[in-house]
């Protein structure tokens, strides 16, 4: 019930990509607008994080739970009977915002729920396939909602999802709400500016450019306002986020391994789309159906490989050797161009199951580090603080990869002519290297930095321990 959840939050990020022009046809969103049916739910999303987490820990995690399925099916009513673009876009947004209290709730519940090393290691290696692999099942969804049903469907298919998990909530264990202290208003306050401006200026730096004035002020006072935010928590009494969260080092080594993770694979996602339907002319749910296969991948690794081998051996070394398979099965994508031939079989094949394969591996324990030695009153910051840092890197990763492939396009067509579709090709493979590279610099961080403490003792909590946390 609770991977179900997850799945809900991931599969909406990319669900209604595939229907935006189904919803801008009947909606008669302008092409300036259309963009908010997208970033309307990020913003939110990325936005609130940290304050759903503190919330998720103060009124218990399991009625944050309930309350944020609650709230997200009924957002998703709103936005799917929406007749017109602010409807919808607040529709959106209010799923954001739900989304936001439901993810942190969700992996804390996770964290306090297993606590047997091997069933432990089972449990999130299920959480990390479905959230790993959600976002291509909502490719493929929505391209079959759209085509066979209504763009509306993309929203209201949360209902029966939402429906399932809240039946299931009732076998979940609860806790009772915590005293926290004074709530930390100002740390709420600057900490959801600052990831909201710089989730945005990602999001705009991908049509105007990372020169443009906008995203210029935006990235500077978003990072500002996240400075400020930290000399905040270290002053205040009842921070939102203890600092000490993200200075433990196997903590906060993971936190920048998966958000470089997260910067290649959203770019990866991103290219692949418009190279199976713009190159290859496959139909949205070809191409989703081929993303299937990075999800099967996902499922293997997250759940045989690493759910199996998680407590055998330590968490740094699962997680390295995931980052370089990954690697190397984008490596295989880099070499594509227009014209390639069996490209299916020689190339989108292999490459889907190594990347899924290696990102199964990898989001098993980058979760169980995450949530490790935490105390069960912080389990939520804790679980909002690894979301947010995935959603700063997949809109840091599809803005600022979207435009080394556009530069490296518009240079080609200029240097060389000849037909479009190679030159975007070529900027496709100089951005998929790039999106290589990052995954070797992640893989570097998580030997370099997750190494030198005793990983086993960091990736679970001693079985006792967690008990007497959680009592």
Not at 127 to 141: E, H, P, T
Not at 153 to 172: E, K
Not at 382 to 396: D, I, K, R, V
């Amino acid at each position: 019930m609770i991977a179900t959840a997850q799945l809900m939050v991931v599969l909406d990020a990319t669900i209604v990509n595939i229907a935006l022009p189904s919803v801008q046809s009947e909606l008669g969103l302008s092409d300036a607008n259309r963009q908010w049916v997208i970033t309307a739910y990020a913003l939110a999303f990325g936005g609130l994080l940290l304050l759903g987490g503190r919330i998720s820990g103060s009124i218990g995690h399991r009625r944050a739970f309930v309350i944020g399925l609650i709230g997200f099916a009924v957002a998703s009513v709103l936005g799917g009977a929406a007749n017109g673009a602010a409807p919808l876009f607040a529709g959106r947004a209010a799923q954001g915002m739900f989304a936001a209290l439901l993810a942190p709730a969700a992996l804390s519940l996770l964290t306090m729920t297993f606590v047997e090393a091997r069933e432990r290691a089972r449990a999130f290696g299920v959480f990390a396939a479905v959230g790993a692999g959600g976002s291509a099942v909502g490719m493929v969804a929505g391209g079959l909602l759209t085509e066979h049903a209504d763009w509306r469907w993309c929203l209201y298919v949360n209902l029966p999802i939402a429906g399932a998990a809240l039946a299931g909530s009732v076998f979940l264990r609860g806790d009772a709400p915590r005293r926290t202290g004074d709530f930390d208003v100002p740390g709420v306050v600057v900490s959801a500016a600052g990831l909201v401006a710089l989730v945005y200026a990602f999001t705009l730096a991908e049509g105007r450019g990372w020169g443009d004035r906008v995203v210029v002020l935006l990235l500077v006072g978003g990072t500002a306002l996240l400075a400020l935010f930290a000399l905040i928590e270290s002053r205040t009494k009842h921070p939102l986020l203890p600092l000490r969260i993200v200075a433990h080092r196997l903590r906060g080594g993971t936190l920048l391994a998966i958000g470089l993770t997260q910067v290649a694979m959203f770019g990866f996602y991103l290219f692949m789309t418009y190279y199976m339907q713009g190159v290859l002319r496959y139909s949205p749910v070809q191409a989703g159906v081929v993303f299937l296969l990075t999800a099967a991948g996902i499922a293997v690794g997250a759940t045989v490989v690493a759910g199996s081998l998680l407590s055998r051996i330590t968490p740094r070394a699962l997680l390295v050797a995931g980052l370089v398979v990954t690697a190397a099965g984008m490596s295989i994508l880099t070499r594509l161009t227009a014209d390639t031939d069996n490209v299916f079989l020689l190339y989108l094949l292999p490459a889907q199951l190594l990347i899924g394969l290696g990102l199964g591996c990898v989001m098993t324990p980058a979760t169980s580090l995450a949530t490790s030695q935490v105390a069960v009153a912080e389990a939520g910051i804790a679980s909002a603080t690894f979301n947010a840092a995935q959603q700063l890197g997949g809109a840091l990763g599809t803005a600022l990869l979207n435009t080394v492939a556009a530069s490296v396009a518009a240079a080609a067509l200029v240097s060389h002519g000849g037909p479009s579709n190679s030159a975007t090709v070529h900027g496709f493979s100089v951005a998929l290297t790039v999106a290589v590279g990052v995954l070797i610099a992640a893989a570097l961080i998580a030997w370099l930095v997750i190494g030198t403490d005793r990983e086993r003792r960091a990736a679970d909590l001693d079985e006792t321990e967690l008990k007497s946390l959680q009592n």
